[in-house]
């Protein structure tokens, strides 16, 4: 059975950091591509950060860029999303992905989420 968890989420003062884990189960996580997602109440899910299957390369949301740092341990079987200067535009519910591209389509597996709530 296919499991992605989100945790460390919670109520942080602007400027503060989080670290939001993910932790895999049910299939082969060295070999997706993961990311995470965030969507603020009213707004359309955003891409937030990518990582390669190997953690070779990675990709930012320009309005994350310098803040925020995707990571993974695939001995662990977990990403994680470093979260720094963290402002309340960033509030919202972050969600991780795992994705695998095949031939001619790509499986893909979305944890529950977790709420981050930036405010003073």
């Known amino acids: 059975q296919v499991q992605l968890v989100e945790s460390g989420g919670g109520l942080v003062q602007p400027g503060g950091s989080l670290r939001l884990s993910c932790a895999a189960s049910?299939?082969?996580?060295?070999?997706?591509?993961m990311s995470w997602y965030r969507q603020a109440p009213g707004k359309e899910r955003e891409l937030v950060a990518t990582i390669t299957s190997s953690g070779g390369i990675t990709n930012y949301a320009d309005s994350v860029k310098g803040r925020f740092t995707i990571s993974r341990d695939n001995a662990k079987n977990t990403v994680y999303l470093q979260m720094n200067s963290l402002k309340p535009e960033d509030t919202a519910v972050y969600c991780c992905?795992?994705?695998?591209?095949?031939?001619?389509?790509?499986?893909?597996?979305w944890g529950q989420g977790t709420q981050v709530t930036v405010s003073s």
């Open positions: 049910g299939f082969l996580f060295s070999n997706y591509a």
């Open positions: 992905n795992a994705r695998r591209q095949l031939t001619y389509s790509a499986l893909s597996y």
